[in-house]
């Protein structure tokens, strides 16, 4: 015998069951425990589960092809030897492939497609008709900048971006040999403990950042600024040169690359690193930004944030990769030893590092980008040695069924690693 909503008799066929159960949305919100918070202001579409442990029916709420985690456990069945203690149903999702945290208008990615879109304008858009500054006042608020708002903004990051006595004088302890993420996250570290107010925040109990958007925001400019600026003074401590001050009127790029001594910026240099952070400056709930979002919900300041996201980032699997991609190409050492590469990825013994996506199942609209900016570079590319190999590898695993079948595709990182060092 089971039991169905109460009811005792014979199991029912599934499809009988749903229809006897058929509810108006705010029954079924009811059930859903959601009756207060509908998922969407439209009437929403229901996932009609049947848990065969307990033979009863649950209604959930579906919008724009999401349900909620906090209705799902709405399910629950009794704990096995146990059976007065019911269980919430929980889900599993290792990589979080199928699970988001929260909702966000940010940034659209269809990967079937290969579409890419900030904030609805497409990155194609971005990258031929806007630079970088432009492109992080789309992300920070949703909308591109006037003239006039594009000049404050670049303001606002100069007058943040001269690095504090302590900040220089760290970085210039490190041996010029020691890792550059290292080196970099010392840097920030001792940044954000000369930003008085982020360094307050972390002791108060009245929160500087929650629901203080002003506040947010100006502490989000700064972090630009600091970001920029200790590249600029690990980049002079590395090479040996001096590291200039920021100068007003120039663009975040601009200004990095006369930090570095280039008094008059090349606006070929400028306009390719433009573009090259244009393509990288953001891409869904990636590793790096589920990182940030974790620690931003302890209310702590950005740049403890921005710390964290960065850690993430340096791993071979995120941000790494670039560097990794062309590590793996020096390994491979020939273009005849491509194809024995190959089949070696093919036999799971190595991991062929620039293809395939956890996102896209064709090719990275970065990617395309990525080889015009490789085209402008033509004569510098083509004399390193390693391209001939990439491109070998890139022409077989184009026509190779093994790549084909599982849609795995060029990336972002597999030859921008070209573009970086041609700079």
């Not at 349900?67 to 203690?85: F, M, W």
């Not at 629901?211 to 401590?237: E, G, P, Q, W």
């Not at 090349?266 to 244009?278: A, C, E, G, N």
């Not at 391209?387 to 030859?415: G, H, M, S």
Request: proline share 4%; charged share 25%.
């Amino acid at each position: 015998m089971a039991t169905v909503n109460g009811a005792v008799g014979k199991p029912q066929h599934i499809s009988k069951m749903i229809e006897s159960t058929k509810m108006n949305g705010n029954q079924a919100q009811d059930a859903a425990g959601r009756a207060d918070t509908p998922v969407s202001s439209d009437t929403p579409d229901y996932l009609h589960v049947f848990d065969s442990r307990t033979c009863n029916i649950h209604h959930i709420p579906v919008s724009d092809g999401f349900v909620r985690g906090s209705d799902l456990s709405t399910i629950a069945a009794p704990v096995k030897g146990n059976s007065g203690r019911m269980q919430k149903l929980a889900v599993l999702d290792p990589g979080f492939q199928h699970t988001a945290c929260k909702e966000s208008g940010i940034t659209f990615i269809d990967g079937e497609k290969g579409e890419l879109r900030y904030r609805g304008v497409r990155i194609e858009d971005l990258f031929h008709d806007h630079d970088f500054d432009s492109t992080l006042h789309l992300l920070l608020w949703g909308r591109l900048p006037t003239n006039d708002e594009k000049i404050a903004f670049e303001r606002r990051i100069f007058e943040a971006a001269t690095p504090p006595q302590e900040v220089c004088d760290v970085i210039r302890k490190l041996p010029k040999n020691t890792d550059f993420i290292s080196m970099f996250l010392t840097g920030l570290s001792t940044y954000m403990g000369a930003d008085e107010e982020m360094t307050r925040s972390r002791h108060q109990a009245v929160m500087t950042y929650h629901k203080n958007m002003k506040a947010t925001d100006d502490a989000i400019i700064r972090c630009f600024a600091y970001v920029s600026a200790t590249l600029a003074t690990v980049y002079c401590h590395v090479k040996g040169v001096e590291l200039h001050p920021p100068k007003e009127g120039l663009t975040l790029v601009e200004n990095f690359l006369h930090m570095i001594g280039m008094e008059d910026p090349d606006k070929k240099v400028s306009r390719t690193i433009d573009r090259l952070s244009i393509n990288m400056a953001d891409h869904e709930l990636s590793c790096s930004t589920a990182a940030f979002l974790h620690v931003a919900s302890s209310l702590t300041d950005p740049m403890t944030c921005l710390l964290t996201a960065i850690s993430a980032a340096s791993g071979p699997l995120h941000g790494g990769a670039l560097e990794v991609c062309y590590q793996g190409l020096e390994l491979i050492g020939s273009v005849e030893n491509v194809p024995a590469y190959i089949a070696a990825v093919k036999a799971k013994k190595f991991r062929l590092f620039g293809y395939g996506h956890r996102v896209y199942k064709t090719q990275d609209p970065r990617a395309a980008l990525t080889k015009e900016l490789m085209e402008e570079h033509r004569e510098a590319i083509a004399a390193n040695p390693l391209l001939q190999i990439a491109v070998e590898i890139d022409r077989q695993a184009n026509t190779d069924p093994y790549f084909v079948e599982r849609k795995l595709k060029l990336n972002a990182d597999f030859y921008g690693c070209f573009v970086y060092i041609a700079l």
